[in-house]
T-cell receptor, first 115, second 111 residues
Framework: SQTIHQWPATLVQPVGSPLSLECTVEGTSNPNLYWYRQAAGRGLQLLFYSVGIGQISSEVPQNLSASRPQDRQFILSSKKLLLSDSGFYLC??????????????FGPGTRLTVL | AQSVTQLGSHVSVSEGALVLLRCNYSSSVPPYLFWYVQYPNQGLQLLLKYTSAATLVKGINGFEAEFKKSETSFHLTKPSAHMSDAAEYFCAVSLHNQFYFGTGTSLTVIP
């Protein structure tokens, strides 16, 4: 069966520090991968998605970047964190031929607090 | 324009009472529809999905949803609420090669 891992589970970082969040998927090949941010009391905002190694699409301009160095690995990064980067970050995967036509499966999330 | 709307950001029900969470979508073409549940500090878990087969979809934990094209709705129901149902519920739509999430409904179950 497929599983998705995210780490760390929680993270407290000072403003201006770098960030690296990692997501890995097991049990499937060539998944579509997604990064979402969920701010307190709000819905999900799609940040990035990837349909293959090295292929990254950005949905909103921001202080963050994403990379996919391996088929089942998706990394969210920042060179300098802002207070507004605080939130709950969710990684997800799907296997649809088109990245937005079928079920997305979510990881456990990373709670990021920027102080 | 919003592609998916969840009416009521907070819903409270008594334990054992009917749960009804509302979701409406904006499209002339029936999309794929999903309901997800999120427990505190966890990721989203798929409850059920509609993909143009039966209009009444049964999901996990006793939840079900009915697709009504005439009302462009996909409301989530459960006959009898349990304390463990307290969570955030998200409706989502796959439409025009985009995936849209509603803003969520927080369900409180009162003992």
């Amino acid at each position: 069966s497929q599983t998705i891992h995210q780490w760390p589970a929680t993270l407290v970082q000072p403003v201006g520090s770098p960030l690296s969040l990692e997501c890995t998927v097991e049990g499937t090949s060539n998944p579509n991968l997604y990064w979402y941010r969920q701010a307190a009391g709000r819905g999900l905002q799609l940040l990035f998605y990837s349909v293959g190694i090295g292929q990254i699409s950005s949905e909103v301009p921001q202080n963050l970047s994403a990379s996919r160095p391996q088929d089942r690995q998706f990394i969210l990064s920042s060179k300098k964190l802002l207070l507004s980067d605080s939130g709950f970050y969710l990684c997800a995967w799907s296997v649809a031929a088109s990245p937005f036509t079928d079920t997305q499966y979510f990881g456990p999330g990373t709670r990021l607090t920027v102080l | 324009a919003q592609s998916v709307t969840q009416l009521g950001s907070h819903v409270s029900v008594s334990e054992g009472a009917l749960v009804l969470l509302r979701c409406n979508y904006s499209s002339s073409v029936p999309p794929y529809l999903f309901w997800y549940v999120q427990y505190p500090n966890q990721g989203l878990q798929l409850l059920l999905k509609y993909t143009s087969a039966a209009t009444l979809v049964k999901g996990i934990n006793g939840f079900e949803a009915e697709f009504k094209k005439s009302e462009t709705s996909f409301h989530l129901t459960k006959p009898s609420a349990h304390m463990s149902d307290a969570a955030e519920y998200f409706c989502a739509v796959s439409l025009h090669n985009q995936f849209y999430f509603g803003t969520g409904t927080s369900l409180t179950v009162i003992p």
